[in-house]
């Protein structure tokens, strides 16, 4: 296993972490049950993964519940990254609520549901309401950081204006966001539009101020592993049929961008996974990337992807290659 070190935090961060979406529960994700989760989660534990990413609205607290049953016995091996923000209604319905209310509320029932007295770090998931003042979301986290229940703070899905006010207050050290080998720039996810830009705006940021990059999506959602192709159809009840990039036209010109990267030459002969997880491990900004596992075998195969490295000189092919082949999404 590889690590990555920010200054903000003092941890040596697996480059490869475990998202736990995953482990949202039955239905929630094709091939993905709490049995084959909690041996995922112990196999990654023991090939040196040492970062796992949660949230309370994966499968309403069921994938906590999971992680923290899965993790029992090994927490000073584990960094615990869990979120706040979106709490669900009596018909299992998110919905976003920075108040200080809610945020105080929801790093308790996430400790429960963890069974921890702390996490290492929390996320505020998705920006403020617009009727919620800013300085309350700041009060609230400043709360729960002097409290120890949360060692540290991050954001996901902020603005750069956002994550500068709050970070004077507050002292962010991570940020996640949407990004991989074909969305460097995303302007939107599952139809949400996305109010900052990745290799733009957030990337200069967190190398100037020592924070780590946390990438969500970074195998988009299957897409870079290879198994979707044009005929590929999801399940009733599977997350992806919420994404447009995943279906009709949208998808047919990211797998016509995939061949061409497969065809260059010095990655003829590589999985694709394994050139898309190499891809974001020699991005000096990205520090764990967040990868959702269905099995075992799936932990073992992206830990194996490290097995060599990606140059300087692919990395900018690559980027260049789907800068000019695909066109931002501003209205998906």
């Known amino acids: 296993m590889k690590y990555k ?6 941890w040596d961060f697996s480059v490869i972490g475990f998202g736990c979406w995953g482990a949202s529960g039955k239905g929630s994700w094709d091939g993905h049950d709490d049995e084959g989760q909690i041996k995922a989660i112990q196999k990654a534990i023991e090939l040196g993964i040492n970062f796992f990413d949660v949230a309370p609205i994966y499968g309403c607290g069921h994938a906590e519940e999971v992680l923290g049953k899965a993790v029992k016995g090994k927490r000073d091996k584990v960094f615990i990254a869990t979120k706040a923000g979106i709490p669900w209604n009596e018909n299992y319905e998110g919905y976003n609520d920075v ?62 204006e956002d994550l500068k006010t709050i970070d004077k207050e507050v002292g962010i050290v991570s940020y996640q966001g949407l990004y991989n080998m074909l969305e460097a720039n995303a302007s939107s ?78 990655l003829s002969d590589k999985p694709l996974a394994e050139i898309a997880i190499n891809y974001l491990v020699a991005k000096e ?18 830990v194996e992807a490290l097995n060599w490295v990606m140059t300087k000189e692919t990395v900018d092919r690559i980027d260049v290659l789907v800068k000019t082949s695909l066109v931002v999404e501003s209205n998906l």
């Open 189 to 266: 996810y599952h139809n949400i539009p996305l109010q900052y830009r990745v290799a733009d705006e957030i990337f200069p940021e967190v190398k100037k101020e020592g924070m780590a990059f946390l990438p969500y999506s970074p195998l988009m959602q299957g897409l870079l592993t290879g198994k979707i192709t044009d005929q590929t159809v999801f399940g009733e009840n599977d997350v992806r049929n919420h994404n447009p990039k995943l279906h009709g036209d949208m998808r047919m010109k990211h797998l016509q961008v995939i061949e061409q990267i497969k065809e260059m030459p010095e």
């Open 99 to 160: 108040t200080k209310e809610n945020l105080l509320k929801e790093i308790d029932d996430s400790l429960e549901r963890l069974q921890m007295t702390y996490v290492d770090l929390l996320q505020v998931h998705w920006p403020t309401d617009k009727d919620v003042p800013l300085s309350e979301t700041i009060e609230a986290l400043k709360i729960i950081k002097a409290s120890g229940k949360a060692k540290y703070i991050g954001l996901s899905n902020f603005s750069l």
């Open 5 to 10: 070190r920010v200054s903000k935090m003092d």
């Open 285 to 302: 900004e990205v520090t764990s990337i967040i990868a959702t596992h269905a099995n075992v075998e799936e932990v073992v195969m992206n």
